[in-house]
């Protein structure tokens, strides 16, 4: 299976500009919602890029904007089109539908990683899904045997080794830059076999697009202590930036100008306290032997 670019960037570059259009022409998002005898949820869907754009609804809305140049139509059918596609991740939506995991709206994620080409994750408690090894994933959905059976757990492991072609997506793979807190190799996952597997994957990534660097846990308190999160970039500067923190109560995404740059300046000083890449790598070694 090949993980291909998602409609995550056009859905979100469609949503930005109806929103654009819409101030532009005065109207409140329940005025639109009347015009179009739809739902208020319908139209906030559309604009924040979380809804599956339909042909109709975006001619309709740029009827009512008043938008008649044929060229910025046939942009924004093209969006449309752009966006309708299916990820590689909806043959998956029966175990991805919100619910059914602690984290809701994976999904999400997923198309925004597919469409990224840079993503700076901290993370302070596993490794990171797209350094994660098969057996590795497994141990931790298990965790979830509560919630999951065998066959679900088998095909969200599946869901993560496909994730992971990102790293080796062509013809540019995604950039990965990783900040472990040293605790997450301390943490046994599944056992010693496992973990020594987990531990000589890590030292096996040899990428040009791929860094990890450890935290050590003898610096101290370390500025992201609250936990961990991930920042996407995109190519284009119109394409905003996002921040994604998990959590119990689901994921939260993030796209506020200020909480990006804010994450971006935590990763950053993150990195600053972190052991670079080859002390890093010594210290996985270390631990790695300790395991026998």
């Not at 991740?89 to 919100?98: A, H, I, N, T």
């Not at 500067?237 to 921040?243: C, F, H, I, Y």
């Not at 971006?264 to 890093?280: H, Q, T, Y």
Request: with cysteine; proline share 4%.
């Amino acid at each position: 299976m090949t993980a291909v670019r998602g409609p995550a960037v056009p859905r979100r570059r469609l949503g930005a500009e109806l929103r654009r259009l819409r101030d532009e022409a005065g109207l409140h998002i329940d005025q639109v919602a009347a015009e179009l005898e739809c739902s208020t949820s319908k139209i906030s869907r559309l604009e924040t890029g979380k809804g599956i754009p339909k042909s109709r609804d975006v001619r309709d809305m740029l009827d009512l904007y008043g938008v008649q140049d044929r060229e910025i139509r046939d942009r924004f059918m093209r969006w449309v089109r752009e966006g309708q596609q299916q990820g590689w991740w909806e043959k998956y939506s029966d175990v991805l539908r919100p619910g059914k995991l602690r984290v809701d709206h994976l999904d999400r994620l997923l198309a925004l990683e597919a469409d990224a080409t840079s993503i700076k994750v901290f993370q302070s408690n596993v490794v990171p899904g797209l350094l994660q090894t098969r057996e590795y994933a497994r141990e931790l959905l298990r965790t979830m045997r509560g919630m999951l059976d065998d066959v679900e757990i088998d095909r969200l492991v599946e869901v993560r080794m496909v994730r992971q072609q990102l790293l080796n997506r062509t013809p540019v793979p995604v950039v990965f830059h990783c900040v472990l807190d040293e605790a997450v190799l301390l943490r046994s996952v599944g056992g010693p076999d496992i973990m020594r597997a987990q531990l000589r994957h890590l030292l096996e990534l040899d990428r040009a697009n791929v860094t990890v660097r450890v935290l050590p846990l003898s610096s101290g308190p370390h500025p992201a202590i609250g936990g961990p999160f991930a920042v996407l970039e995109f190519e284009d500067s119109a394409d905003r930036d996002v921040v994604y923190i998990e959590s119990y109560a689901g994921g939260a995404y993030l796209e506020h100008q200020h909480d990006v740059e804010f994450h971006e300046g935590l990763f950053r000083k993150c990195e600053d306290a972190a052991l670079g890449p080859a002390e890093s790598a010594t210290l996985i070694a270390t631990r790695l032997e300790a395991l026998g």
